[in-house]
């Protein structure tokens, strides 16, 4: 079975700090990992996928992810966090095969203060 | 406009009474999805379909139906709603592997 780990429910930073939202995942073969992004009273938005080549993703807004095969982690990163940034974040993961069976972790939350 | 639109986007009902949240897209994409998100479990999957003749059960399906009335039109009807029912639904298209959600409907049962 395929399973994704968020650790932290929440995040805190200061604006212009540098932002990380951990992923850990469990999948059989090859992932493919997604981020999402949820605003207050809003539907998920795409921010960015790997599926091959680059460890290092880059997506919307700024952020940017990393892909570790040996330590099955996908983080998601801002150099500079914004107030506007503050936001539900989502990791998901996925076989190769069955495209349409997305794991979705528990969500993140970040709060980035001024 | 929303390329994916559901109605409502809040609703409150009562123990038993049956539900329908309406989904409908503009992507012109073949699959669509119904997924709920609870607090600290992030979505799960209620149903799938990738087309109007193909509907799958997703992993939390017991006591919900699907209906898929056109390409564009995929709704979610609750025949008995419960309280642990209440929840914000999402609906969903996918093309090449990236999912496109419609901004929710809030669901509470009482």
């Known amino acids: 079975a395929q399973s994704v780990a968020q650790p932290e429910d929440q995040v805190n930073v200061a604006e212009g700090n540098p932002l990380t939202v951990k992923c850990t995942y469990s999948v059989s073969g090859n992932p493919y990992l997604f981020w999402y992004v949820q605003y207050p009273n809003r539907g998920l938005q795409f921010l960015l996928k790997?599926?091959?080549?680059?460890?290092l993703v880059k997506g919307s807004y700024g952020f940017e992810a990393e892909f570790n095969k040996s330590q099955t982690s996908f983080h998601l990163k801002k150099p500079s966090a914004l107030v506007s940034d503050s936001a539900l974040y989502f990791c998901?993961?996925?076989?190769?095969?069955?495209?349409?069976?997305?794991?979705f972790g528990a969500g993140t939350t970040v709060t980035v203060r001024a | 406009d929303a390329d994916v639109t559901q109605t409502p986007r809040n609703r409150i009902t009562k123990t038993g009474k049956r539900i329908m949240l309406e989904c409908s897209q503009t992507k012109g994409h073949d699959r669509m999805y119904w997924y709920r998100q609870d607090p600290g479990l992030g979505l799960r999957l209620i149903y799938y379909?990738?087309?109007?003749?193909?509907?799958n059960k997703g992993e939390i399906s017991d006591g919900y139906s699907v209906s898929r009335q056109a390409q564009a039109k995929f709704s979610l009807s609750l025949e008995s709603a419960i309280p642990n029912q209440t929840a914000l639904y999402f609906c969903a298209t996918s093309h090449a592997g990236e999912l496109f959600f419609g901004e929710g409907s809030r669901l509470t049962v009482l």
């Open positions: 790997y599926i091959t080549g680059d460890n």
């Open positions: 379909s990738f087309d109007v003749k193909d509907i």
């Open positions: 998901a993961v996925r076989d190769g095969t069955n495209d349409y069976k997305l794991s």
